[in-house]
C-alpha cells in the first residue's frame, strides 16, 4: 500500500474500537490493578524548595497497619545506579539523582522517605507521623539569574546552576543585521505550565523473592524505555522485569520520564514481601510529576522594509528546575533548531541557556520545544508587520519558503520533508473570510470595539527516530503481525498508546493492506512480555514510525502467505502454478484470470499451521517481526486563524472564531485527527489565555491546585473550524506524518497575536502570555485610547 | 487526597442532628453539600472528628410561597433545586439564574443554598445575593431557633453568626415590592469559577421613576461580601441615569474592608471591577424593573 492509493478505510472515520471498552468501564488503568495480598503506599515529600535533611524519625509510623518504611537512604542505597540521562550535551554538567532525596531536598514534593500499609488511608496517616529535622536553604526560582555567580548554588560540587550554555550560529547573523533597514526586539516569557492529563501517575509493582522477577504496572507512555531505566537503576537483568501499561490516560509527555515512584514501588515490594501500589492524587500530581515550557526568550529580529526576515538573534534562557531527567535538557535546544519556522531566513545567531532551579523538574509537554520556537518566529513576523505597516498575511508570504524547496534544509539542520504553506494559508483565509473580517475589525473599531485577528503558519519536527535523532533511547518501533488458524490477524505493536486510538487507526491499516475485516485485527500493546521491544508514543511518532512498522511485517506476512497460497491452488487445480500469478486482492488469494480459483486468510492461516501441502522449502508458522527506522523526520505544518473580543472594563478575552488547516499528510482516520486538533487547541488557547505555574520566593508553588491553576472549558471554546490539505511525507510509505502536537504548537501564537492585534492601534506591539483579564486590563490602562503606529 | 478518619452521622431530622451537634460540639462539623468542606478535610486543612450529613433531612429541601409573596427555600435545597424552581424563577428569577452559574453542574447538583450561606466563602456567589435579596436566615438549636437578618450574618472570612450548636434551616426571601429588578453579575476566576468579584443588585424604581429602594451585594472583593451602601446610597431618591449609575458603581468598593490581594487578582483590579460589575448589575436589575 502506497500513499495516495484507493483503499477502502484508511481515510475514513471509523469508530474507535477503544472505546466501548474505556466508557463502560472495563479499561485496565494501572489503578484498576488489585493483586492478591497488595497493599498501598504513600510518598512523603519535602514541603521545602531547598533544605538540608538532618535526620529523619520513622519510629512512630510503627502501626500494625503500616508493613514498611523505607527512607531516601534506604531506597537509594537499593539501587545500582542514579537516573541515568540520554542525549547529554557537549559541556554540560549536572547533578547525580537518585530516587529520593536523602541528605538534601531540592523541589518542593521531592521524595523523602515512602510507607506502606494495609490501606491507602493507614499509609497517608503515617505520613504525619514521620518527623523529619530540615534546615532550610536559600532558594533558587529565576531561571535568568540562576547561573549568575551571587546565586546560591543548588549542586556545591558544580560551583554554579549552569546545565549548558550553548552558543551557535549559522550563516551570518551579523551581516543580516548590518543590511537590515531595521530591527524588532522583544522579551518573551513562556510560562512554566502543569500537564494535567485525565489519569494522574500510579504504580503497582510485584517481587517474587524465590526468582528476582518483578512485574511493574505503570502510568507510561512507553514501557520499554520504562523497564530500560528501572532494570538499570536496580541492577536487574531486563528479562527479569516486566513492564505493564494496557491502558494510559493521557500523558502529553508528562509520562514519557521513569519516575521514583516506580523505583520505590519495586524496592518496597522486595522489602515488604507483598505487591504494592501507589496512585498519586491530582494534588500531589501538581507537585510530583513534571512540568512544561518555562523559558524566556530575548529575540531581536533584522527585517527589510519589504516585511523580509532577514536574521534572527536568539537568547533562551530554560528552567530546567532542579534535575535533568531522560532528555529533558535536550528539549529547549529545539527552540532555535525550530526557530526558521516556515521561513527562508538563512542567518541566525542563538545561546541556550540551561539552568537548575529549586522547582520539580521540567520535561516534554505536548510540543516540547516547538511551541516555544513557533512563538518565537510568529511573534517576530507580526512585529515585522507592526514595524512595516504591512498585513500580517503578506509578511508571511513574502518570507515562506518556495513550494518547490522540499525537501528543504533549514539553516539550523532540519530537512523538512515536505509542505505547500501556500496551499494552507489560501485554505485557511478563504474559510475565515479574512478579508472581510479586516473590514469588520475597522468598522468595530471606529465603535470603539476591541476585535483581534492573529495569524500564523508553522511548522513542526515529528515522527522520531532515526536513532541519531533519539541520544540513546532509539530511534525504531517495532511490529509483530501474526495470522492464526483462523484467518484472524494479531499485531503487537511497540508503539504503546495512550488515547491516541492505534488500536484502531492500526487496524484500518492492516485490515486495508491484507485485506481482511477491520474485526478480525486486535492490537496489542503495553506489555514487555508480549510485546518483545519497542520505543513508545512520543513526539508524535506512533502513527509515522509504529504504523509503518507494522507494513513492512505484512510485507513479510504476505509473501509467506502467497506461496502457501500458491501451494493450496496448484493443489486445487491439480496443476503446478507460478507463485508470481497469484495475487491477493480483497482478502482473497486468486489465480491470475482465473477468479473463481481462490482461497481464503483462513484456508491459509489454518494451512499454515497444521497443513500438509506446504513447499518442501517452508516452515510452518505465520507470522513476522519487523524493526522500521524512519529515513528522516517528518514536518507537518499549519495555517491557524483566531478572532477576539477583549471585554474593554474587564480586560477578558473571548475567542469567536478559530480556524485551523492543519496539514499531517495522509490521513488514516479523520475522526481521531480531528480528536488531536480539538485537544491540541484547548491546549495551546490555554497557554495563551490562562495557564501558568506560579511560584513564590520560597519555591513553594501557589498554583497548586486545579482551583488555582486555570484550564481551559469547553464552554469557553466556538465550535473549531477544521479543514486540512494533504501533503504526503516522502519519508514513510503511509506518506503520514505526526498529528499530536502541531495544534497545540499553533494555537498559542495564533491567539497571542490575535489579542495583541486587537490593541495594536493603541500602540501595542507585545504582551505576554497568558494574556489573562487582568493583565489587559493593565496594558489598556497604560495605553488607554492613545494611538500611535501600529496596523491601522 | 485521603482526609484524616472521622465518624460520620447521618441524621434524618433536625432534631436528631441538633442532639448530635450538641453531643459532640466542637468536634462535629455540619455537612451540607461539601464541596467546600471535602476538599479543605482533604487536603487536612480541616479536620473534624465527626461529620454530621443534614442531606438526608428531607425537611430541609423544600421550596414554597406564603400569601404575602415571600419565598421560604429550605436549606439543604440545592443549587440545581433552586435553579429549576418554577417559583423561583416566577418570583426571583435572578436567583434561579445565578445558581445555575455556580461552578459547574456537579456543585449545582451538591452545594446548597445553606452550605454557601454558613461556610461564607469570600468568593461565593450566593452571599452577593443573599445582601441584595435580604434574605433573613432561619435557625434551629435544640432549645428554640431564631431569624437572623443577612445584614448581621457574615462576620469575617468563613465567619457567620451562626452559632456553634445552631443550624441553619430556611431562607426567607422576603417577596420583591413592584417595581423591583434584580440581577447578579460576576467575573468568575477561570479556575474555580467561584467571583473574582461579583455584584448583586436589587433595584425598586417608583411609578415616577425614582428608585424608592437600592440593595446592592458584592462578593469576592474582600473578605467577606459585603453591601455596597455608599453605591445604594447615591442610587436612592433618583432618577437612575447613566450618569448616577455611573457616579454610583464607583464606590461600590468603598464598603469592602481589605481587598482581597492574590494569585487571582490584585486588589486595585478587584476595586475596578467592583464598579465594572457594580454598574453592569444595577443597570440590567433597572432594566427588569419595569
Known amino acids: 500500500m502506497i500513499a495516495g492509493q ?65 527512607t531516601g537512604a534506604e531506597i537509594n542505597d537499593r539501587c545500582a545506579e542514579p537516573f541515568p540521562l540520554f542525549a547529554i550535551l557537549e559541556g554540560m554538567q549536572y547533578p547525580e539523582r537518585w530516587p529520593m532525596a536523602a541528605t538534601k ?147 502529553f509527555g508528562c509520562k514519557i520520564n521513569t519516575y521514583s515512584e516506580s523505583i520505590i514501588a519495586i524496592a518496597l515490594a522486595e522489602h515488604i514481601g507483598r505487591p504494592v501500589k501507589w496512585a498519586e492524587d491530582r494534588t500531589e500530581h501538581f507537585v510530583a510529576t513534571s512540568h512544561g515550557r518555562g523559558q524566556a526568550q530575548y529575540v531581536e529580529a533584522a527585517y527589510k522594509k519589504d516585511g523580509t526576515l532577514l536574521g534572527m538573534k ?90 518547490d524547496a522540499f525537501p528543504y534544509e533549514t539553516p539550523t539542520g532540519m530537512i523538512y520533508d515536505s509542505a505547500d504553506y501556500n496551499a494552507a494559508l489560501d485554505k485557511a483565509l478563504d474559510i475565515a473570510g479574512y478579508d472581510d473580517l479586516r473590514a469588520e475589525q475597522k468598522a468595530a473599531r471606529k465603535d470603539g470595539k476591541l476585535m483581534g485577528i492573529g495569524v500564523t503558519v508553522t511548522t513542526e519536527v515529528c515522527g522520531f527516530g532515526p536513532a541519531a535523532a533519539m541520544g540513546g533511547l532509539g530511534g525504531f518501533e517495532s511490529a509483530t503481525v501474526r495470522v492464526d488458524p483462523m484467518g484472524k490477524v494479531t499485531v503487537l505493536t511497540g508503539a504503546s498508546p495512550h488515547g491516541q486510538g492505534e488500536e484502531t487507526s492500526f487496524a484500518q491499516i492492516v485490515a486495508d493492506d491484507l485485506g481482511v475485516p477491520f474485526e478480525d485485527v486486535e492490537i496489542i500493546h503495553g506489555d514487555t512480555s508480549i510485546v518483545a521491544r519497542g520505543v513508545g508514543t512520543f513526539g508524535s511518532r506512533t502513527l509515522v514510525v509504529g504504523g509503518t512498522a507494522i507494513l513492512k511485517a505484512n510485507e513479510q506476512i504476505k509473501d509467506k502467505a502467497t506461496r502457501i497460497a500458491t501451494a493450496l491452488l496448484e493443489n486445487k487445480i491439480e496443476d503446478t502454478l507460478d507463485p508470481q500469478l497469484v495475487t491477493l486482492e480483497d482478502g482473497l488469494f486468486s489465480i491470475q484470470d482465473m477468479p473463481d480459483q481462490y482461497v481464503t486468510w483462513a484456508e491459509v492461516g489454518s494451512e499454515a499451521y497444521d497443513g500438509q501441502l506446504l513447499p518442501e522449502d517452508e516452515q510452518p508458522g505465520l507470522e513476522a517481526v519487523s524493526f522500521w527506522e524512519p529515513p528522516g523526520l517528518t514536518f507537518p505544518f499549519s495555517a491557524h486563524i483566531a478572532v477576539i473580543e477583549i471585554d474593554q472594563d474587564t480586560g477578558e478575552v473571548s475567542l469567536k472564531r478559530y480556524v485551523s488547516v492543519d496539514d499531517c499528510g495522509t490521513v488514516i482516520n479523520p475522526t481521531l485527527v480531528e480528536g488531536q486538533i480539538h485537544g491540541g487547541l484547548a491546549q495551546g488557547i490555554g497557554q495563551a489565555l490562562l495557564e501558568q505555574a506560579v511560584w513564590d520566593d520560597e519555591g513553594q508553588l501557589v498554583s497548586g491546585s486545579l482551583m488555582d491553576y486555570a484550564m481551559p472549558f469547553a464552554q469557553e471554546f466556538p465550535m473549531f473550524e477544521l479543514d486540512r490539505t494533504v501533503t504526503p511525507s516522502p519519508v514513510n510509505p503511509l506518506g503520514a506524518k505526526g498529528i499530536g502536537e502541531m495544534a497545540t504548537i499553533s494555537a498559542t501564537p495564533t491567539v497571542a497575536n490575535a489579542v495583541i492585534d486587537a490593541l495594536s492601534h493603541l500602540g501595542v506591539t507585545h504582551v505576554d502570555i497568558p494574556m489573562t483579564a487582568e493583565r489587559i486590563w493593565r496594558v489598556l490602562q497604560n495605553h488607554g485610547s492613545r494611538r500611535r503606529g501600529g496596523r491601522s | 487526597m485521603i482526609p484524616q478518619a472521622f465518624d460520620y452521622y447521618a441524621p434524618t431530622s433536625v432534631t436528631d442532628a441538633l442532639r448530635l451537634l450538641r453531643q459532640h460540639g466542637d468536634d462535629a462539623k455540619l455537612l451540607a453539600g461539601g464541596h467546600s468542606l471535602l476538599p479543605i478535610m482533604k487536603l487536612r486543612l480541616s479536620t473534624p472528628q465527626c461529620l454530621i450529613d443534614l442531606g438526608r433531612i428531607s425537611d430541609l429541601r423544600f421550596i414554597s410561597e406564603s400569601d404575602d409573596g415571600s419565598l421560604a427555600i429550605g436549606a439543604m435545597s440545592t443549587y440545581h433545586d433552586i435553579k429549576n424552581s418554577a417559583l423561583v424563577q416566577a418570583r426571583v428569577p435572578a436567583l434561579a439564574e445565578a445558581a445555575g452559574e455556580v461552578g459547574d453542574v456537579q456543585v449545582q447538583n451538591k452545594g446548597t443554598i445553606g452550605g454557601s450561606l454558613a461556610h461564607a466563602d469570600p468568593a461565593g456567589d450566593f452571599p452577593a445575593l443573599a445582601l441584595a435579596l435580604n434574605f433573613e436566615l432561619v435557625t434551629a438549636t435544640t432549645r428554640s431557633g431564631r431569624t437572623i437578618a443577612i445584614d448581621r450574618f457574615f462576620r469575617d472570612l468563613l465567619t457567620t453568626a451562626l452559632r456553634p450548636n445552631e443550624i441553619l434551616t430556611e431562607v426567607h426571601i422576603p417577596a420583591l415590592p413592584a417595581g423591583t429588578g434584580v440581577s447578579y453579575q460576576k467575573l468568575p476566576n477561570k479556575a474555580s469559577h467561584y467571583a473574582v468579584v461579583g455584584v448583586a443588585a436589587a433595584i425598586t424604581v417608583g411609578d415616577d421613576g425614582v428608585c424608592t429602594e437600592a440593595r446592592i451585594g458584592v462578593t469576592g472583593a474582600g473578605p467577606t461580601a459585603v453591601r ?43 476595586e475596578h471591577l467592583t464598579t465594572v460589575f457594580a454598574a453592569r448589575a444595577i443597570e440590567e436589575a433597572l432594566s427588569r424593573a419595569g
Open chain 1, 314 to 403: 536568539l537568547k533562551i534562557y530554560a528552567d530546567l528546575g532542579a534535575y535533568a531527567q531522560v532528555i529533558s535538557h535536550v528539549i529547549p535546544t529545539l527552540t532555535p533548531s525550530l526557530s526558521p519556522g516556515v521561513y527562508g531566513i538563512r542567518d541566525i545567531g542563538w545561546t541556550t541557556i540551561g539552568v537548575f532551579t529549586n522547582k520539580i523538574p521540567y520535561d516534554a509537554y505536548r510540543g516540547a520545544g516547538r511551541p516555544e520556537a513557533a512563538y518565537i518566529i510568529e511573534r517576530v513576523m507580526d512585529l515585522i508587520a507592526d514595524a512595516t505597516g504591512k498585513d500580517p498575511v503578506a509578511v508571511r508570504r513574502k518570507n515562506f519558503i518556495p513550494d
Open chain 2, 228 to 270: 455596597a451602601r455608599n453605591t445604594e446610597r447615591i442610587l436612592k431618591g433618583k432618577h437612575v441615569d447613566a450618569a448616577v449609575i455611573r457616579r454610583a458603581a464607583k464606590r461600590a468598593g468603598a464598603n469592602v474592608e481589605d481587598l482581597n490581594d492574590d494569585l487571582h487578582a490584585s486588589a486595585e483590579y478587584r
Open chain 1, 105 to 251: 531536598a531540592n523541589y518542593v514534593g521531592e521524595p523523602i522517605a515512602a510507607v506502606a500499609a494495609s490501606s491507602r488511608a493507614a499509609a497517608r496517616d503515617a505520613l504525619d507521623l514521620i518527623e523529619v529535622d530540615y534546615d532550610p536553604l536559600p532558594v533558587v526560582t529565576d531561571m535568568e539569574t540562576a547561573a549568575d555567580a551571587d546565586t546560591p548554588v543548588i549542586f556545591e560540587e558544580m560551583g554554579s546552576n549552569l546545565c549548558y550554555e550553548a552558543t551557535d550560529q549559522a550563516g551570518d547573523p551579523d551581516r543580516a543585521f548590518a543590511e537590515a533597514d531595521g530591527v524588532v526586539s522583544a522579551r518573551l516569557e513562556q510560562p512554566r505550565l502543569i500537564p494535567n492529563p485525565m489519569e494522574p501517575r500510579a504504580a503497582v509493582a510485584e517481587y517474587e523473592r524465590s526468582t528476582g522477577n518483578a512485574t511493574l504496572w505503570v502510568t507510561t507512555q512507553n514501557p520499554h524505555i520504562e523497564r530500560m531505566v528501572a532494570a538499570k537503576m536496580l541492577g536487574m537483568p531486563e528479562n527479569k522485569l516486566r513492564v505493564i501499561a494496557i491502558d494510559v490516560g493521557g500523558g
Open chain 1, 6 to 70: 484507493v483503499s477502502k478505510l484508511i481515510g475514513s472515520r471509523v469508530k474507535r474500537k477503544e472505546d466501548p471498552r474505556l466508557i463502560t468501564g472495563e479499561g485496565k488503568y494501572t489503578d484498576d490493578v488489585i493483586l492478591p495480598g497488595m497493599a498501598f503506599f504513600a510518598v512523603l515529600r519535602s514541603p521545602y524548595a531547598h533544605a538540608r535533611i538532618n535526620s529523619i524519625d520513622t519510629a512512630a509510623a510503627a502501626h500494625p497497619d503500616v508493613l514498611g518504611v523505607m
